[in-house]
C-alpha cells in the first residue's frame, strides 16, 4: 500500500529538511515524498535541490497552505495521503501504525487515521488529545463519532491524519476561500469527519514545534472566531453535509461562537469600558462553555477496540 506524503512549505528553510527527514525515516518504506514549495524566497530550493530523487518537488506561486496541499493532493499517486508541515516531524513507526491500522479497520468503514502529538512549545508539552480534552478507553481502536466531538473542539489534523484516498475525494479538498486563509485543517477535518469513523492511536506519534520566527502570521482570536462560525454556518446549510450534522450541539456552538464574536470586538475597542466589558462577556461565556462541556449530557468520544 502506497502512501502519499504531502509537505507544503513556504520560507521554512530552517526547519524543512527536519521534517523530510522525518517522513524519509518512516519504517513504512512503501512511500513517496511530495514537497511543495509554496512561492519560498529564502534557500529553501536549494535545500530541496540535496535530497535528489529521494522526494518530488513542485514549486508554484504563493497560494497560501489549501492551494500547496490540494496541488500535492493532486500529484499524489498513494492510496492513504498524509501531511506533514514543514517545521514539524514524525516519529518513525507512525506510518507503518496508521497503515496497519487502516487495514485492520477497512471492513468498518474507517476513513482515516489520527494519532496523538506530543506538542512542544516555551511553556511546556502537551498532548494533542489532552489539549483537545479527547480521553481514549482503548490505546488504539475506532472512534465512531468525530464529527459530535469536533463541532466543539480543535484538533491537531493535518500533521497526524492518514486519510483514505477515496474518503478524501469523497469529503472534498481543502477550502481556498476561507478568510484570511485560516482553519483549512479543521474545515476538512470536519466534513472527512461526517463520511464515517475514523481510527485513532493514542500514543504520541508526532512532535508539533511552536513556531519561533516571524514568517507564521499570528492570527487574532476574533479572527480565529470568525471564521470557525463561518465554517459551521457553511456546514449546517451545506445540502450535503448539513442534514448530516448533530442539529443542537451545532446550534449551541453557533450560538457561542457569535456571542463570543461580539465579546472580542468589545475586547478591542478604544473605549476602556467597553474593553472591560467586552473581557468580562469572555470570561463569562467561556466558563459558561467550560461548564456545558463536563455536563453528563456533553457528547463524549466513543470509542472500541479494532
Known amino acids: 500500500m502506497l502512501v502519499s506524503v ?3 512549505t513556504y520560507n521554512r528553510a530552517k ?3 527536519r521534517a523530510v527527514n522525518s517522513a524519509l525515516a518512516q519504517t513504512w518504506k512503501h512511500l513517496e515524498v511530495i514537497v511543495v514549495d509554496d512561492g519560498s524566497t529564502d534557500n529553501t530550493d536549494e535545500l530541496l535541490e540535496a535530497y535528489g530523487s529521494r522526494i518530488r518537488v513542485i514549486r508554484q506561486k504563493n497560494g497560501g497552505p489549501s492551494a500547496a496541499k490540494n496541488t500535492g493532493i ?3 499517486t498513494g492510496e492513504i495521503i498524509s501531511f506533514l508541515d514543514s517545521d514539524d516531524s ?5 506510518t507503518e501504525r496508521q497503515v496497519n491500522l487502516l487495514q485492520r479497520t477497512e471492513s468498518s468503514g474507517v476513513v482515516c487515521c489520527v494519532c496523538n502529538a506530543r506538542m512542544l512549545n516555551s511553556t511546556g508539552t502537551v498532548t494533542s488529545f489532552r489539549k483537545a480534552g479527547l480521553y481514549p478507553k482503548h490505546e488504539e481502536g475506532i472512534w465512531s463519532n468525530p464529527a459530535d466531538i469536533l463541532i466543539t473542539t480543535f484538533l491537531l489534523f493535518n500533521q497526524v491524519a492518514a486519510v483514505r484516498r477515496e474518503a478524501l475525494a469523497q469529503a472534498g479538498y481543502f477550502r481556498e476561500d476561507l478568510p484570511y486563509g485560516l482553519n483549512e485543517d479543521y474545515d476538512f477535518a470536519l466534513r472527512l469527519a461526517l463520511i464515517g469513523p ?3 492511536i493514542a500514543e504520541p506519534l508526532m512532535e508539533w514545534h511552536e513556531h519561533t520566527d516571524n514568517i507564521s502570521r499570528t492570527y487574532s482570536q476574533l479572527e480565529i472566531c470568525a471564521t470557525t462560525r463561518k465554517i459551521l454556518m457553511d456546514m449546517g446549510t ?3 453535509f448539513g442534514p448530516m450534522l ?3 450541539t451545532l446550534n449551541r456552538r453557533l450560538r457561542y461562537l457569535r456571542n463570543s464574536h461580539y465579546a472580542l470586538r468589545l475586547k478591542d475597542h478604544t473605549n476602556p469600558s467597553l474593553r472591560l466589558l467586552g473581557r468580562s462577556l469572555l470570561l463569562c461565556l467561556r466558563k459558561n462553555e467550560g461548564l456545558c462541556s463536563r455536563l453528563f449530557a456533553t457528547r463524549r468520544m466513543l470509542t472500541r477496540q479494532a
Open 6 to 8: 504531502i509537505i507544503p
Open 15 to 17: 526547519t524543512i529538511e
Open 74 to 76: 493532486r500529484a499524489a
Open 90 to 94: 514524525w516519529l518513525p513507526p507512525k
Open 198 to 200: 475514523w481510527a485513532f
Open 238 to 240: 451545506s445540502p450535503r
Open 246 to 248: 448533530p442539529r443542537a
